[in-house]
């Protein structure tokens, strides 16, 4: 099973930036050519789809974000990264990871609290 890592996350005014970072733990094998998801989950809450990148590059995103936040991925580094601009309140969450169409297992995810 695919084990994926989350870091980046911390405590940021509204308005501010942050950008989280997805990688392999360990020596675990490239992630480079499979699609990346973020998504994330606050209290109570159902977890929502936040952005994709596919091994080509090709991105979508959730509607709260479009706009805002930009996925890539820098293959040299083996990394997938969520740059996250303007922040809201609501971007409240703990953020998570996962690989597409292969087994894998949830992460601890990294929190991010936006303040007002």
């Known amino acids: 099973q695919v084990q994926l890592v989350e870091s980046g996350g911390g405590l940021v005014q509204a308005g501010g930036s942050l950008r989280l970072s997805c990688g392999a733990s360990?020596?675990?094998?490239?992630?480079?050519?499979?699609?990346i998801d973020w998504s994330r989950q606050a209290p109570g809450k159902e977890r929502e789809f936040v952005a994709r990148?596919?091994?080509?590059?090709?991105?979508a995103y959730g509607d709260s974000v479009k706009g805002r936040f930009t996925i890539s991925r820098d293959n040299a580094k083996n990394t997938v990264y969520l740059q996250m601009n303007s922040l809201k309140p609501e971007d409240t969450a703990v953020y998570y990871c996962?690989?597409?169409?292969?087994?894998?297992?949830w992460g601890q995810g990294t929190q991010v609290t936006v303040s007002s």
């Open positions: 996962r690989p597409l169409a292969v087994p894998f297992i």
């Open positions: 360990g020596s675990a094998a490239s992630i480079n050519d499979i699609g």
């Open positions: 990148i596919t091994s080509g590059g090709s991105t």
